[in-house]
């Protein structure tokens, strides 16, 4: 079995890390023209498909457009859209140049974009028109903003003869991680990463030809974008792209409507579909999660209420997947309680310096190479030696070679001479019935005697009474359900928690308070 995943790993690469990788070609050209790439819905549910051939000639129209405006390789393009038509054919006419997509999530206001087009050095944005606004003349680059003008200019134009060839070690992204613990930094993602985007398709997410495959992830950060866009288009699958805001009752409805039957979805998207209770009327084959791990209650209620179990995935921007209770009958087993599965084929893992750990020497699908200008933090990455890149998450492995997460290795509390992980204590916090969200940290202990003490912050249900007594009550459940050393001395009620716009929770804000 080992030799036959190993063969697919060796075929994946040769496909996408070749010295003549045509970006375009490998994402679009190959594909059968009357296949859907993409089904586009609408807040209202309506929703309308794109070919492959369409996808084609309009990005081959665009290219020639951005040609004219000075785009040419190398070239960093930054693109700030929601899920709509035009965002892929953007995409694919950026990667047709042998440009580079920065993308820029539409919850940003001007300063993070402004960070992120300095970061970048990119010369022109395409965006949309409720877009516009956030680019003031004090962001100093070119606009290009999608419309009934621009599309009467791409229609005009002739296609381009043909794409540029930039190998496999060749820019096609730069992509900003999401500043959980301080300032973004940039990562550039080469073609050959395709490869890995490809193989967690196939063995972690199963998406197969008869799915009707959804990630619900959006494409300004690096699971939306790796799996909800060049993943599903570098093996020819299908993926839904609904533009509009986050809803539980809209994410069911738009499972039913469309018969989703492979999911993929932040914790966050979980733990609120499960304030809804049991979801009838869908019949999904695979669900999955990724970017924070999922808390035990959420696990135990997806079996009932969704029919099928959820599997936590583990990655970072700079990995994509590499940690998976993988669904792919080659490789799935039963789940372990707070494990997050075992390392995907074409990655070794292990624990080096109490953080998780990926083996460079033996990772062929590994492609993250350092951060963009910024040698000093790269370096902190890696070992001296080079052979490991340390992902700065806590963790351990048990006998069996499942993997766990603690914590970020900074987010890690010490209190009274133990390690203790917030994730374990959120994990006891949320199953109380007047909680619905919930983040723990540790601060300096005002009386100097334990080192640190927990301080969770959390949220209360819609009508719920926040007060000495709901405190006490969770503490008390800490106590009895996890361990007494590490229960919160403080609890501190807030409206919201401080989320990146990709849902991962700011601690070091939390910190600060």
Same mark, same amino acid.
């Given at each position: 079995?080992?030799?036959?995943?190993?063969?697919?790993?060796?075929?994946?690469?040769?496909?996408?890390?070749?010295?003549?990788?045509?970006?375009?070609?490998?994402?679009?050209?190959?594909?059968?023209?009357?296949?859907?790439?993409?089904?586009?819905?609408?807040?209202?549910?309506?929703? %309308?498909?794109?070919?492959?051939?369409?996808?084609?000639?309009?990005?081959?129209?665009?290219?020639?457009?951005?040609?004219?405006?000075? =785009?040419?390789?190398?070239?960093?393009?930054? #693109?700030?859209?929601?899920?709509?038509?035009?965002?892929?054919?953007?995409?694919?006419?950026?990667?047709?140049?042998?440009?580079? %997509?920065?993308?820029?999530?539409?919850?940003?206001?001007?300063?993070?974009?402004?960070?992120?087009?300095?970061?970048?050095?990119?010369?022109?944005?395409?965006?949309?028109?409720?877009?516009?606004? !956030?680019?003031?003349?004090?962001?100093?680059?070119?606009?290009?903003?999608?419309?009934?003008?621009?599309?009467?200019?791409?229609?005009?134009?002739?296609?381009?003869?043909?794409?540029?060839? =930039?190998?496999?070690?060749?820019?096609?992204?730069?992509?900003?991680?999401?500043?959980?613990?301080?300032?973004? !930094?940039?990562?550039?993602?080469?073609?050959?990463?395709?490869?890995?985007?490809?193989?967690?398709?196939?063995?972690?997410?199963?998406?197969? *030809?008869?799915?009707?495959?959804?990630?619900?992830?959006?494409?300004?950060?690096?699971?939306?974008?790796?799996?909800?866009?060049?993943?599903?288009?570098?093996?020819?699958?299908?993926?839904?792209?609904?533009?509009?805001?986050?809803?539980?009752?809209?994410?069911?409805?738009?499972?039913?409507?469309?018969?989703?039957?492979?999911?993929?979805?932040?914790?966050?998207?979980?733990?609120?579909?499960?304030?809804?209770?049991?979801?009838?009327?869908?019949?999904?084959?695979?669900?999955?999660?990724?970017?924070?791990?999922?808390?035990?209650? #959420? =696990?135990?209620?997806?079996?009932?209420?969704?029919?099928? *179990?959820?599997?936590?995935?583990?990655?970072?921007?700079?990995?994509?997947?590499?940690?998976?209770?993988?669904?792919?009958?080659?490789?799935?087993?039963?789940?372990?309680?707070?494990?997050?599965?075992?390392?995907?084929?074409?990655?070794?893992?292990?624990?080096?310096?109490?953080?998780?750990?990926?083996?460079?020497? %033996?990772?062929?699908?590994?492609?993250?190479?350092?951060? %963009?200008?910024?040698?000093?933090?790269?370096?902190?990455?890696?070992?001296?030696?080079?052979?490991?890149?340390?992902?700065?998450?806590?963790?351990?492995?048990?006998?069996?070679?499942?993997?766990?997460?603690?914590?970020?290795?900074?987010?890690?509390?010490?209190?009274?001479?133990?390690?203790?992980?917030?994730?374990?204590?959120?994990?006891?916090?949320?199953?109380?019935?007047?909680?619905?969200?919930?983040?723990?940290?540790?601060?300096?202990?005002?009386?100097?005697?334990?080192?640190?003490?927990?301080?969770?912050?959390?949220?209360?249900? *819609?009508?719920?009474?926040?007060?000495?007594?709901?405190?006490?009550?969770?503490?008390?459940? =800490?106590?009895?359900?996890?361990?007494?050393?590490?229960?919160?001395?403080?609890?501190?009620?807030?409206?919201?928690?401080?989320?990146?716009?990709?849902?991962?929770?700011?601690?070091?804000?939390?910190?600060?308070?």
């Amino acid at each position: 079995m080992t030799t036959s995943l190993n063969e697919t790993v060796d075929a994946l690469l040769d496909t996408y890390d070749r010295a003549d990788a045509v970006v375009a070609d490998l994402l679009c050209d190959r594909h059968d023209a009357d296949a859907v790439a993409f089904t586009f819905v609408a807040a209202d549910l309506s929703a %309308h498909d794109m070919t492959y051939g369409e996808l084609a000639d309009t990005s081959r129209r665009l290219a020639t457009v951005l040609a004219a405006r000075g =785009v040419t390789r190398g070239d960093r393009v930054a #693109v700030l859209m929601g899920r709509r038509r035009e965002l892929v054919t953007t995409l694919l006419a950026i990667w047709r140049l042998g440009a580079v %997509h920065v993308p820029l999530f539409t919850a940003f206001a001007t300063g993070a974009i402004r960070t992120r087009l300095d970061g970048a050095g990119a010369g022109i944005v395409v965006t949309e028109p409720s877009q516009r606004a !956030k680019l003031d003349s004090s962001v100093g680059v070119d606009v290009l903003e999608v419309g009934a003008e621009l599309d009467r200019l791409v229609e005009s134009s002739p296609p381009l003869a043909s794409s540029a060839a =930039v190998g496999g070690d060749g820019p096609m992204v730069m992509l900003f991680t999401s500043g959980t613990t301080g300032s973004p !930094k940039g990562v550039l993602v080469p073609t050959r990463a395709l490869a890995a985007f490809h193989s967690y398709m196939h063995f972690g997410l199963d998406v197969t *030809e008869d799915d009707v495959f959804w990630n619900a992830a959006d494409p300004g950060w690096a699971y939306g974008l790796y799996y909800g866009v060049l993943g599903p288009l570098a093996c020819g699958r299908r993926n839904l792209l609904l533009d509009a805001g986050f809803t539980p009752e809209s994410t069911i409805a738009t499972i039913k409507r469309f018969g989703v039957t492979n999911f993929a979805g932040a914790p966050t998207i979980y733990r609120a579909l499960s304030k809804c209770g049991r979801i009838d009327g869908i019949s999904l084959r695979r669900a999955s999660s990724a970017g924070e791990p999922l808390t035990p209650d #959420v =696990v135990d209620w997806a079996a009932g209420a969704l029919g099928v *179990e959820v599997r936590d995935h583990y990655g970072q921007t700079e990995l994509g997947m590499v940690i998976s209770n993988a669904w792919n009958d080659a490789m799935a087993e039963p789940l372990r309680p707070g494990s997050m599965g075992k390392p995907l084929p074409g990655y070794q893992a292990g624990i080096v310096d109490g953080q998780i750990a990926v083996d460079v020497s %033996h990772s062929p699908l590994l492609w993250f190479a350092g951060y %963009h200008d910024a040698p000093e933090r790269t370096a902190e990455r890696f070992t001296a030696d080079g052979r490991w890149y340390r992902t700065a998450d806590t963790g351990r492995v048990d006998d069996d070679g499942f993997f766990y997460f603690t914590a970020r290795d900074d987010d890690v509390i010490l209190a009274a001479g133990y390690r203790i992980g917030p994730t374990d204590v959120e994990s006891v916090i949320i199953t109380h019935p007047s909680v619905v969200d919930v983040a723990v940290v540790g601060n300096p202990d005002p009386e100097g005697v334990r080192g640190e003490i927990i301080e969770a912050f959390v949220v209360p249900a *819609e009508g719920v009474q926040a007060g000495d007594e709901l405190a006490a009550q969770i503490r008390q459940l =800490v106590r009895d359900d996890y361990s007494a050393h590490a229960y919160p001395r403080s609890v501190r009620f807030v409206d919201a928690l401080p989320r990146t716009p990709s849902g991962k929770i700011q601690r070091f804000l939390l910190r600060q308070r």
